[in-house]
């Protein structure tokens, strides 16, 4: 950190010099403006990034012989996380048809990748979508909403037996994943480029907070998954009606716990937070008493309402994660 003096310019303004390798490297001539943002905690920020239009960011990854599909996924949700707005594939040779394969499934698992263009050598990949289009707290409800709905699903699948309510299930755990992989590459945006922050009225500390909501719920919808694998399994055995009722009970009340954990987040009701973590305690006793009863039935059949007690009590302790987060986060407003 440099140490610059204030200085009094015409009587009445204050002035600081900028350093010359910092004006060298962003290229900024005589009359160039400058963006300015004031922190609540006294911080002044400069950046030049209000003088010109904010270049492209591209990745370019080269493919040999030797393609691991997977390996190529992964570099692909690398990049888009990471924040590029361009992707570009190049092949020595005639690009192979399994990269086309797995371009497609890149752009269908993700939010706003499209093709652009393509030859016989390259793929090119652009982000159309704008990170103010999605705003952060849109996206944490709609990944509530979907993991909501699928843990009531379960519970109808549980009571009916219908097979095609859990595989319904398993194809929408794929719109989480890609949910929670927006908000991680808008928070990477967000932290690249200052200004775009102020403009969207989010504070940088906020981004974290964001992202570790979607972490957890995209877990959540992980547990989820589980427990409609695990009915599936149970599907043509019977199940007593008593362990039954515990199940949607216990199943009740940790959907509960998350609903109002989301709930008191976004209200910003950091009693309300408290009060759920209280309640998961009396979650974990019902939990155990499903163990306690599972264990009347045959090896496979007690393993799989183990399993579902478990996802159960995970969620809960997750929708407590959500709480003590807002904790965090409202505390971290607070005024002393």
Same mark, same amino acid.
């Given at each position: 950190m440099e140490i610059r003096r204030v200085q009094i310019t015409g009587g009445a303004s204050y002035a600081i010099t900028l350093p010359k390798d910092w004006i060298k490297l962003?290229?900024?001539?005589?009359?160039?403006?400058?963006?300015? %943002?004031?922190k609540p905690d006294g911080t002044l920020l400069i950046t030049p990034k209000m003088i010109s239009k904010k270049p492209s960011k591209t990745k370019e990854f080269t493919i040999d012989k030797d393609i691991n599909q997977k390996y190529l996924l992964r570099q692909l949700l690398g990049a888009y996380i990471t924040g590029y707005n361009s992707i570009? =594939?190049?092949?020595? $040779?005639?690009?192979?048809? /399994?990269?086309?394969?797995?371009?497609?499934?890149?752009?269908?698992? #993700?939010?706003?990748? /499209?093709?652009?263009?393509? #030859?016989?050598?390259?793929?090119?990949?652009?982000?159309?979508?704008?990170?103010? &289009?999605m705003p952060f707290n849109s996206t944490i409800k709609r990944m509530h909403l979907i993991v909501k709905s699928m843990h009531e699903d379960a519970m109808k699948a549980l009571e009916t037996g219908n097979k095609k309510i859990v595989e319904e299930i398993?194809?929408?755990?794929? !719109?989480?994943?890609?949910?929670?992989?927006?908000?991680?590459?808008?928070?990477?945006?967000?932290l690249q480029d200052i200004s775009l922050s102020e403009k969207m009225s989010i504070p940088l500390s906020m981004t974290y907070t964001y992202f570790q909501l979607s972490r957890i719920i995209e877990r959540m919808g992980d547990h989820v998954v589980s427990i409609a694998k695990? =009915?599936?399994?149970?599907?043509?055995?019977?199940?007593?009606?008593?362990?039954? &009722?515990? =199940?949607? %009970?216990?199943?009740?009340?940790?959907? !509960? =716990? +998350?609903?109002?954990?989301?709930?008191? +987040? +976004?209200? $910003?009701?950091?009693?309300?937070?408290?009060?759920?973590?209280?309640?998961?305690q009396k979650l974990e006793v019902l939990c155990r008493e499903i163990n306690s009863m599972a264990i009347r039935y045959d090896g496979s059949i007690a393993i799989s309402i183990g399993h579902i007690a478990e996802s159960i009590r995970r969620i809960g302790e997750y929708a407590e994660d959500i709480s003590e987060t807002t904790i965090n986060y409202l505390v971290g407003l607070e005024k002393n």
């Amino acid at each position: 950190m440099e140490i610059r003096r204030v200085q009094i310019t015409g009587g009445a303004s204050y002035a600081i010099t900028l350093p010359k390798d910092w004006i060298k490297l962003n290229k900024i001539n005589k009359n160039d403006q400058l963006g300015l %943002f004031s922190k609540p905690d006294g911080t002044l920020l400069i950046t030049p990034k209000m003088i010109s239009k904010k270049p492209s960011k591209t990745k370019e990854f080269t493919i040999d012989k030797d393609i691991n599909q997977k390996y190529l996924l992964r570099q692909l949700l690398g990049a888009y996380i990471t924040g590029y707005n361009s992707i570009k =594939i190049n092949s020595k $040779k005639r690009m192979p048809s /399994e990269v086309g394969s797995t371009v497609r499934n890149f752009t269908q698992i #993700t939010i706003g990748q /499209e093709v652009v263009e393509e #030859t016989d050598e390259t793929i090119t990949i652009k982000d159309l979508l704008r990170p103010a &289009e999605m705003p952060f707290n849109s996206t944490i409800k709609r990944m509530h909403l979907i993991v909501k709905s699928m843990h009531e699903d379960a519970m109808k699948a549980l009571e009916t037996g219908n097979k095609k309510i859990v595989e319904e299930i398993l194809l929408r755990d794929s !719109d989480i994943d890609r949910l929670h992989w927006l908000v991680a590459r808008q928070c990477n945006i967000l932290l690249q480029d200052i200004s775009l922050s102020e403009k969207m009225s989010i504070p940088l500390s906020m981004t974290y907070t964001y992202f570790q909501l979607s972490r957890i719920i995209e877990r959540m919808g992980d547990h989820v998954v589980s427990i409609a694998k695990n =009915i599936l399994k149970l599907a043509d055995s019977k199940l007593d009606k008593k362990i039954k &009722e515990n =199940i949607q %009970f216990s199943s009740d009340l940790a959907l !509960d =716990i +998350f609903n109002k954990s989301i709930g008191s +987040f +976004f209200q $910003k009701d950091i009693k309300t937070s408290n009060r759920n973590i209280e309640i998961v305690q009396k979650l974990e006793v019902l939990c155990r008493e499903i163990n306690s009863m599972a264990i009347r039935y045959d090896g496979s059949i007690a393993i799989s309402i183990g399993h579902i007690a478990e996802s159960i009590r995970r969620i809960g302790e997750y929708a407590e994660d959500i709480s003590e987060t807002t904790i965090n986060y409202l505390v971290g407003l607070e005024k002393n």
